[in-house]
Every structure is written in C-alpha cells, then in structure tokens.
C-alpha cells in the first residue's frame, strides 16, 4: 500500500477500494496510506504557502521533492518487478 500511495499514477479511492476488495489487513492499510500520503501532504502545503513568491526556493523545493519520490517509487517497482519474475 505504502509503494502505491507513492507513486501519484493510482487515484486513492480506485486503491481504497481494491484494498477493500483484497485479504488486506486495516493496519496495513491505515499505516501504508498514513506514510504513503505525508509526503505528498507536506510537498502540496509546501508549495500552498509559497505561492506568493513563485520564484523562490521555497517553491521549488517541494518539486524536487515531489519528483523524487515519484522516480523512486518507479525504480523501486521495476526492481520489485524483476526480482519477482526471478
């Protein structure tokens, strides 16, 4: 749940819903979604806050942040991907 929250690709209510449908335990759940979003949450009230100064550091900061994780969670994917082709 928590590698799916991050990647920004799946909406959240199409993934709460097919955690819903699966085996998945409610503290997973909770716990992967509490993690999964945070970054998402504090990059977005980043960016919010300094909409005033869009040519700041500030602004930019979040971006990268942003962008970060969404790569991340691609690498990690494709990794997890072939070592379960394995």
Do not use: C, Q, W
Request: no cysteine; glycine share 6%.
């Amino acid at each position: 749940m928590l590698i799916m929250r991050l990647s920004y690709i799946f909406p959240y209510y199409a993934l709460s819903y097919a955690a819903g449908l699966s085996k998945m335990r409610y503290i997973d759940f909770i716990s992967g979604t509490m993690l999964g979003i945070l970054p998402e949450f504090f990059a977005y009230s980043m960016i919010g806050k300094n909409l005033e100064h869009p040519f700041s550091k500030g602004i930019y900061f979040p971006i990268i942040i942003v962008t970060v994780i969404a790569l991340l969670t691609y690498f990690i994917s494709k990794k997890s991907k072939k070592l379960l082709d394995k």
